[in-house]
């Protein structure tokens, strides 16, 4: 179970408290509407995005992707006005697409980490206002409005700490005391950065070795792995 799975990676299992966890490809198999959205907007405003660019910069913000890939191929800054506009496209066209499923395995892991009498944390870039609503939906009496981080309480988002501090915060618990569960480069910086164990789940087409070498302390290939690994052994 949890704390077994703990003590193998040198963790104080008496420690733990709370595990923060991603949502777009941890929770959410929502990565290939993502890649969908991109794609499609970026190519409306004459850019082009790769399927691994997608995955690349899955975690930072909108305008952080769309001013990389106007200076790289306009050879120039982006417009704030035209950050708005590409943004929103691209909101406009993964509204659009059918509804994500949950993430196989994500319930088993969360019953059994709340089964533990951990707190569930959400900390995640987006900014969708049904949010809550999804996540109650999707894994009810899990998630409380309390415990989540969105893209509204952050000025700097992932890879910076910011996300998975404030996180730690809402929990009221310290770096040593929490564990994160991240699917993306960026969002596993971010979670080392912060100071936390990592936890990384390849549910995408990234190789290892890149998740590896953004600093994740584990990686397995899939949340139904992670699971098996939390759930009490017969
Ligand atoms: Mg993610």
């Given amino acids: ?46 850019l082009s ?26 050879g120039r800054d982006a417009t704030d006005e035209e950050c708005d506009i590409i943004y929103q496209c691209k ?28 707190k569930c944390v959400i900390v995640t870039g987006s900014g969708q206002l049904s949010l809550f609503n999804r996540l109650n939906e999707a894994y009810p009496s ?28 809402k929990a009221s618990v310290n770096a040593d005391e929490a564990i994160v569960v991240e699917n993306a480069p960026l969002g596993i910086q971010a979670g080392r950065a912060a100071g936390i164990f990592t936890v990384a789940l390849n549910t995408g087409p990234l190789p290892d070795s890149l998740l590896l ?3 994740a302390n584990v990686v397995y290939p899939d949340m139904p792995t992670f699971a098996r690994l939390l759930s009490p052994r017969p």
Wanted: charged share 25%.
């Fill in 142 to 169: 899990i998630f409380t409005r309390e415990l989540m981080v969105t893209a509204f309480d952050v000025r700097h988002g992932k890879p910076r700490p910011e996300p998975y501090l404030m996180g730690l915060k």
């Fill in 213 to 215: 070498e953004s600093g």
């Fill in 49 to 74: 995005i790769t399927d691994k660019q997608v995955y690349m910069n899955e975690g930072q913000t909108g305008f952080g992707t769309i001013a990389a890939l106007v200076r790289e191929q306009f």
């Fill in 91 to 118: 909101c406009d066209v993964f509204n659009t697409c059918p509804a994500a499923p949950p993430m196989p395995g994500a319930r088993e892991a969360l019953e059994a980490i709340k089964t533990a009498g951990l």
């Fill in 1 to 46: 179970m949890i704390f077994d799975f703990l003590q193998e990676h040198g963790l104080e299992p008496k420690k733990l408290k709370a595990v923060l966890f991603d949502m777009d490809g941890v929770l959410f198999d929502s990565m290939p509407n993502h890649v969908t959205a991109w794609k499609e907007s970026m190519s409306r405003y004459g």
